[in-house]
Structure formats: structure tokens, C-alpha cells
């Protein structure tokens, strides 16, 4: 209950809760290591993901997004394809299933109605369910067969933040602990590597002033406002705007940088915000052809690179994490930039027009 809650010194629950990541994210790795410091997911949960021949992560809103990002996570570490699907989508329009699925819920709530009538209608089906939630006994824990824990606390801002960086560790940690079981990924040390995490959201959560500068010049007078970014960085792209759209009223969109002149950059006009993320070497290059060719159509380029990728001309330097992890932390300046627009357009942050922190109907 929000009440039960303290904000302390913080004016919207929204800030306390960026600000909480880095904690969220070590009580994550404590809560996932076993008694030698070891990752480790419970083995019934490793045998249901290892033992499928293909995984469909099923959810809605910021929880997709992070579903997005833990694909990529589980492909490229422990080699499982995995499908990623909107809940109300695939309830009505399911795809043709793998022989062995495993369906993985992801939900901050665990009560979102369209995942729930996923979860019923899989199981009917026969299919083993995994519910990944921050609600220990929520709807979608107990009706799965097995369930993992967010640890990311209560989350009352109807925007989710700590939940989104909280779901995608535990879906790094998850990919790791299989890869390993599968025989793959024995030198990526995740422990370590998350710990590093930690530290740069430490970082960026102490950079508040420089981001709300940004928002103050980018986002103050703006109608609309562009996310771009190739492979990792495409994701954090759509969860960036989504905040954005969420809390500032701004239309926002986030686009692959490759596909944004396949039509999207008709809507570029002089002094459009164009916000760039750049925290992939293989495709840094691309992304930075990309903003050339919106900065040619009059756009106000915002790029946000990661140390060691950074350019002059720059607008904000990240600091260095794993190259597979980097959403947890690019997502970071994203949602403070979101806050700080919202907040300079007068808007309720906490609790925007019209949405609700769970949506309990169909
Ligand atoms: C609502 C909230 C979103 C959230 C989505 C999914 O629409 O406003 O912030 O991402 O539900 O919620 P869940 O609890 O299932 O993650």
C-alpha cells in the first residue's frame, strides 16, 4: 500500500525509485548466489529451461521490454531460441508452438489480467509455466509452476523502473546460471559484471543535475521526441520512450536506427529531439550514420554513448559495463530524462492521466 510506504526526502516515489537500482541490483546477485558465492537459479527452473526446445516470454507494457532485452540475453549466453510476446496479442493470435515450450511470465505485479489469460489458457494446453515477479504470492506466482523473485521491492510510481533493470538482471542471471549448465558462457563472469552495474547506476544516479539540463533543452517546448538505437540499444530505445510517452505526455517512439529512414524520418523536422543511444561497438558506426542523417533533416541530436564509444559532440557519456548488460544501466538517463520532462511540464509524475500501476482487466 502506498501509504505504508516512506518517499523520505524524495518529492515522487519515481526518483526514490531510479534511485534505488543499485541497491536492487546487489540484493539481487546476494539473492541468486548460493552459499559459495555461486549463481544459482533452483534446479527444477534450470531443467524446465534447458530441457525446452524453445522459450516464450509472455507480458505486457515495460515488462515486454525487458522481455526484449532478456532474449537476447538467453540466446547469446545459453544458446535456447526464445520468442518474446505481447500477452493480449497472443492470447487471440497464438503463434505455432515449439514441441517442448516453456512459457515465462514476466510481470512487476503478477496480477496483469492480459498475462494471466496467457498463463490459463497455456495451461489448459498442458505447457509448464515460470513466473518472473516482484509480488511473492501474486496471481501469476501461484498459478505457475515455478516462480522467480524480482527483489526489487515495492514499486508505487506507476512507471516502472526498478522493476524493468530488476527483471532484466534476473533474466541475465537465469541465461547465465543455464548457459553454464549447458556447458556454455564459463568464462562470463556475471557476479563480477553486475557488480559493475551497480556501481555505474551509482554514477548516473549522481548525475541528476546534468540529465535535467538535458530534459530542460531537449524536451521543454518539444511535441515529439525520437529513440534510436541499434541491436541492445533498440530495446532500451522503446522502454526510453515509453517512459517518456508515460509520464511527460510527449509522443515519443523508439526505432531501430536502421529502419528509421524507411519512413519515420518524414517526421523529422527542425530542432526535432532525437535521442541516440550508443553502447554497442559492432554497430556504432551505423548509429552514428543514423543521427547524420536525422541531423541533415534538421533534428537536435541528443547521443548518449558509453564510455570508449563516446565521440565528440556527445551529449552524455554512460560508464563502461559488459556489452550484454548495458540496458540496465542506458535505461538509467532515460528514465531520469523522462522524470525531469514530466516534471517541467507540470505533469503528475506518479500518477499519470489514465493509467494504472496493474491492470486487473482484459
Ligand atoms: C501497466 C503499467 C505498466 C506495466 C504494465 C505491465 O500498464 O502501467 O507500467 O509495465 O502494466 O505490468 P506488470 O505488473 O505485468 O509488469
Given at each position: 500500500d502506498a501509504s505504508d510506504i516512506e518517499k523520505g526526502t524524495y518529492p515522487h516515489y519515481m526518483l526514490k525509485e531510479i534511485d534505488e537500482q543499485p541497491l536492487v541490483m546487489r540484493k539481487i546477485i546476494q539473492a541468486y548466489q548460493d552459499i559459495n558465492g555461486k549463481l544459482s537459479v533452483d534446479s527444477q527452473i534450470i531443467d524446465a529451461v534447458t530441457e525446452a526446445d524453445r522459450l516464450y516470454i509472455i507480458a505486457c507494457g515495460t515488462s515486454y521490454h525487458a522481455g526484449l532485452v532478456g532474449k537476447q540475453?538467453?540466446?547469446?549466453?545459453?544458446?535456447?531460441?526464445?520468442?518474446?510476446?505481447?500477452?493480449?496479442?497472443?492470447?487471440?493470435?497464438m503463434p505455432l508452438l515449439s514441441e517442448k515450450p516453456l512459457f515465462i511470465f514476466i510481470s512487476q505485479s503478477g496480477e496483469t489480467a492480459d498475462s494471466r489469460a496467457v498463463l490459463v489458457k497455456v495451461k489448459e494446453l498442458g505447457y509448464k509455466t515460470l513466473t518472473m515477479t516482484n509480488v511473492p504470492g501474486s496471481t501469476l506466482s501461484r498459478e505457475?509452476?515455478?516462480t522467480l523473485l524480482l527483489h526489487a521491492g515495492p514499486e508505487i510510481a506507476v512507471a516502472s523502473t526498478k522493476a524493468y533493470t530488476a527483471q532484466i538482471a534476473v533474466l541475465?542471471?537465469?541465461?547465465?546460471?543455464?548457459?553454464?549448465?549447458?556447458?556454455?558462457?564459463?568464462?562470463?563472469?556475471?557476479?563480477?559484471?553486475?557488480?559493475l552495474v551497480a556501481n555505474a547506476m551509482?554514477?548516473?544516479?549522481?548525475?541528476?543535475?546534468?540529465?535535467?539540463?538535458?530534459?530542460?533543452?531537449?524536451?521543454?517546448?518539444?511535441?515529439?521526441?525520437?529513440?534510436?538505437?541499434?541491436?541492445?540499444?533498440?530495446?532500451?530505445?522503446?522502454?526510453?520512450?515509453?517512459?517518456?510517452?508515460?509520464?511527460?505526455y510527449?509522443?515519443?517512439?523508439?526505432?531501430?536506427?536502421?529502419?528509421?529512414?524507411?519512413?519515420?524520418?518524414?517526421?523529422?523536422?527542425?530542432?526535432?529531439?532525437?535521442?541516440?543511444?550508443?553502447?554497442?561497438?559492432?554497430?556504432?558506426?551505423?548509429?552514428?550514420?543514423?543521427?547524420?542523417?536525422v541531423?541533415?533533416?534538421?533534428?537536435?541530436?541528443?547521443?548518449?554513448?558509453?564510455?570508449?564509444?563516446?565521440?565528440?559532440?556527445?551529449?552524455?557519456?554512460?560508464?563502461?559495463?559488459?556489452e550484454l548488460l548495458t540496458p540496465l544501466i542506458s535505461v538509467v538517463p532515460l528514465q531520469l530524462l523522462a522524470y525531469y520532462a514530466a516534471l517541467h511540464r507540470g505533469c503528475d509524475v506518479d500518477k499519470p492521466r489514465n493509467l494504472a500501476k496493474s491492470v486487473t482487466v482484459e
Open positions: 540475453l538467453i540466446e547469446k549466453l545459453a544458446k535456447i531460441p526464445v520468442e518474446v510476446h505481447v500477452s493480449s496479442e497472443f492470447v487471440y493470435n505457475a509452476d515455478y541475465a542471471i537465469l541465461a547465465d546460471v543455464a548457459a553454464k549448465s549447458r556447458g556454455f558462457s564459463e568464462d562470463f563472469d556475471l557476479v563480477h559484471e553486475l557488480g551509482e554514477v548516473l544516479c549522481g548525475s541528476k543535475e546534468e540529465i535535467e539540463q538535458m530534459a530542460y533543452d531537449y524536451l521543454t517546448v518539444t511535441r515529439n521526441c525520437f529513440f534510436i538505437g541499434r541491436s541492445m540499444d533498440y530495446f532500451v530505445c522503446l522502454e526510453g520512450a515509453l517512459k517518456l510517452k508515460e509520464i511527460s510527449i509522443q515519443a517512439e523508439g526505432f531501430a536506427g536502421g529502419e528509421l529512414k524507411h519512413g519515420t524520418i518524414a517526421l523529422i523536422e527542425d530542432g526535432t529531439p532525437v535521442v541516440a543511444l550508443a553502447t554497442q561497438k559492432d554497430v556504432n558506426w551505423s548509429i552514428r550514420g543514423n543521427v547524420k542523417e541531423v541533415t533533416r534538421g533534428a537536435n541530436p541528443c547521443v548518449i554513448s558509453m564510455k570508449g564509444l563516446n565521440e565528440e559532440g556527445d551529449r552524455f557519456v554512460i560508464p563502461h559495463v559488459h
